[in-house]
C-alpha cells in the first residue's frame, strides 16, 4: 500500500506529502443524489427529444450542466445547444431534481469528513453542480464542517471537470496549497481527471454502477467501495500523507 503513495510522489517530484486538506466533491461522495441527477437528467432530455440511458450520466457527472447539454446536442443533433435552449432544459433538469431528492447523505460520508476535520485538515466541497437546493443545505447536513466561502461549485469556474479548473481553485481557497498538501475523494471519472491534472492524488468512491476500472483508468490513485471502507482504511492512510 505504501508503494501506491511513493509512486505518486515520485512521479511529480516530490519528496513528501504535507497534508493541509481533504477536497470532497460533492454528488456520489458526500450525498446520495446521482440517482436523482440521472433520472432528472434523463426525463429532461427525453422530454426534448435527445436520446439518453440512466446510466450515462454517471459518466458526466462533474461537467457542468451546459457542457452536459452541449455534449449531448452534439451527439444527437451535430451543434451546440443555443443559450435559451440551454436555460431551459437546466431549469426543467432542476425542477425534476428537487422533485426527487430526498437529501440523503453517502454512509459515513458525516463519519469521515468530520473525522478528518477533528485532525485539523481543512475540508472543502468542489463540486460542478450548481444544484443551490443541494449546496444549500451542506452547513445543515455537514454542520460547522464545511464553509460555504471556500466552496468550489458550478458557479465558480469557467471549465468544469475534467478541466482541472475547480480543484486548482481548491487548492487556492484552501490558503494557496500545492497539490502534495491536499488529496481529493471523488466518485467519477471526469472528476478524477480532473483531479489529476491539477496534480492531486485522488482516491475514488465507486458509489455507482460504474466498474473500478473505469475509475482507475481515468487516474485514481486508490479505488475503494464505498465511504465507509475509506474511513475504515483512514488510520492507514493518514500517518503516510500527514507529513
Avoid at 32 to 48: G, L, P, R
Avoid at 104 to 120: A, C, E, M, R, T
Amino acid at each position: 500500500m505504501k508503494e501506491i503513495f511513493e509512486d505518486y510522489l515520485k512521479s511529480h517530484n516530490y519528496t513528501r506529502f504535507d497534508l493541509k486538506a481533504v477536497l470532497f466533491d460533492m454528488d456520489g461522495v458526500l450525498y446520495d443524489s446521482m440517482k436523482w441527477h440521472s433520472k432528472s437528467w434523463h426525463e429532461t432530455m427525453s422530454e426534448f427529444g435527445i436520446k439518453t440511458t440512466p446510466e450515462e450520466f454517471y459518466e458526466y457527472e462533474g461537467m457542468v450542466g451546459r457542457s452536459t447539454i452541449d455534449h449531448l446536442f452534439n451527439r444527437e443533433k451535430g451543434r451546440d445547444a443555443t443559450d435559451e435552449e440551454k436555460e431551459i432544459i437546466y431549469k426543467r433538469k432542476t425542477d425534476l431534481f428537487k422533485q426527487y431528492n430526498d437529501n440523503s447523505l453517502i454512509p459515513f460520508s458525516y463519519d469521515f469528513v468530520k473525522k478528518v476535520h477533528s485532525q485539523g485538515l481543512e475540508t472543502l466541497v468542489v463540486t460542478g453542480s450548481g444544484q443551490r437546493s443541494l449546496i444549500d443545505k451542506i452547513e445543515h447536513n455537514f454542520p460547522g464542517l464545511f464553509s460555504r466561502e471556500k466552496m468550489v461549485t458550478a458557479h465558480d469556474v469557467k471549465k468544469g471537470k475534467p478541466n482541472p479548473e475547480p480543484y486548482l481553485m481548491g487548492l487556492e481557497k484552501a490558503g494557496n496549497l500545492r497539490p502534495n498538501q491536499a488529496i481529493v475523494v471523488e466518485n467519477a471519472p471526469r472528476g478524477i481527471e480532473a483531479a489529476k491534472a491539477a496534480g492531486i492524488f485522488t482516491i475514488a468512491i465507486n458509489t455507482g454502477p460504474l466498474s473500478e476500472k473505469s475509475l482507475s483508468d481515468a487516474g485514481a490513485n486508490i479505488v475503494l467501495p464505498s465511504m465507509e471502507a475509506l474511513y475504515n482504511n483512514w488510520d492507514k492512510y493518514y500517518p503516510i500523507i500527514k507529513g
